[in-house]
């Protein structure tokens, strides 16, 4: 089965706040559980609360100044195409010269990818894709459209189950909770990285997942796998 990448990440990780699996470190790249060093916040005609932008400076130990800087450079490489909305990177490099620039002495980082099956690679374009003419492309869709295959050069640490959001944005099956669920239901085994091991049939669980009866978000769900990348 061929993997196209679907975006590249910098994250910083932080112990589940809640859940049977409290205090656990989950290499996920939804915001919903980790920190991600590129944010809206790093945009600067998007809109961030008082209240995150003062958590954002704590969080990263960045000054008003800091966060001028890098929003400078984050619009021209949005011009650019190098990221995308809402706190994606399309390639390692741009990821790289971005950590070094405003990051080089936090070493508490993780730089990982997310690739979707080809089989579900259709359907996430048509999910993701602008809604008209007005509406920008998404970080997911702009890198998924290149369809650059993972060549698996990278460490595989394992397959995140993922509900996009129509702005980009995802949660992962850690948010609502579901380890025990799913291993009860369909004996999936979950890894030192969170993350759910290979499984011989993801239909099953995808079909569960997309099911609103259970009280998921609904939104579209897929299986990915994700890559941590080191340089």
Known sequence: MKYYIGAYY???LKPLESGTIKGSKIYTCS???NDSFFDSWAISWATT???EFEETKRT???????IEEIQVWADKKLDEQKLGWINTFSDIKTLTEYKEKFFPKDSNFEILSISFPESDLDEVLEMTKPTDKLTGEVGIYHKLKTK?????????LGYDIIGIEAGGDFHSFHCNDLTN?????FGITINEFGLIENY???NEIMEFMNDQEYGFEPVPWFYVKVNR???
């Open 49 to 51: 609360e008082k209240k």
């Open 60 to 66: 990263f130990n960045l000054t008003d100044k800091n």
């Open 148 to 156: 650059e295959i993972d060549l698996e050069k990278d460490e595989s």
């Open 31 to 33: 915001r919903c559980i």
């Open 10 to 12: 910098l994250i910083k």
């Open 181 to 185: 669920d799913l291993k009860h239901k």
């Open 229 to 231: 990348i080191t340089k």
């Open 200 to 202: 011989a049939n993801w």
